[in-house]
């Protein structure tokens, strides 16, 4: 074979190389939009539910210290000798009321609290796939700049690393 012979064939060779490399970056920048969007999703989810543990937390406080207001009323009407008992009594069972309303308003606070963290931990896991996922797209780009399969070939470690990040941020944690 001659030399012009071998650079036709490596010419001919070159674009179905190319056309494969090109095809992996098309697949790659969709699994890139996928990762992306959900990871988008899940720090809007968690936005949302900081907003409402916040909410939460400040109900709990306002039961919390109309409990002790009540509880401080009964103090006073105790005060007030035999006629204010009854008063008292009643007082004291408000701020009760108040009080065990408080408590469960703390405990939904702080289950919001875990959902707000589990989606914390969800959307990192996805911000990292989408980070590898990029990667793989430069080596896929590398690969057709420098004609080197080399960088191709990696791109798919890459791509297999983000996709185990965004496997784990589909999972509930």
């Not at 009407?77 to 009321?97: C, F, M, R």
């Not at 009080?99 to 989606?119: C, F, G, M, N, Y």
Request: one cysteine or more; glycine letters at 6%; aromatic letters at 8%.
């Amino acid at each position: 074979m001659e030399s012009d012979e071998l650079w036709e064939t490596a010419e001919h060779a070159r674009p179905a190389v190319q056309r494969s490399v090109g095809v992996t970056m098309a697949l790659f920048a969709a699994c890139l939009a996928v990762v992306t969007l959900m990871g988008h999703r899940l720090h809007t989810e968690e936005v949302v539910l900081q907003t409402q543990t916040a909410d939460g937390w400040a109900y709990y406080q306002a039961k919390n210290t109309r409990s002790q207001m009540y509880a401080a009323d009964g103090k006073l009407a105790e005060l007030q000798g035999a006629q204010g008992t009854t008063l008292a009594a009643a007082w004291v069972e408000k701020a009760n009321q108040e009080q065990k309303q408080a408590e469960d308003i703390r405990h939904s606070t702080e289950e919001l609290v875990r959902e707000t963290q589990s989606a914390a931990r969800r959307a990192t896991m996805f911000d990292a796939a989408e980070v590898f996922v990029e990667i793989a797209i430069v080596l896929c780009s590398v690969s057709l700049l420098t004609s080197a399969s080399v960088f191709w070939r990696v791109s798919f470690v890459s791509t297999g690393v983000g996709l185990i990040f965004a496997a784990l941020g589909f999972l509930k944690h």
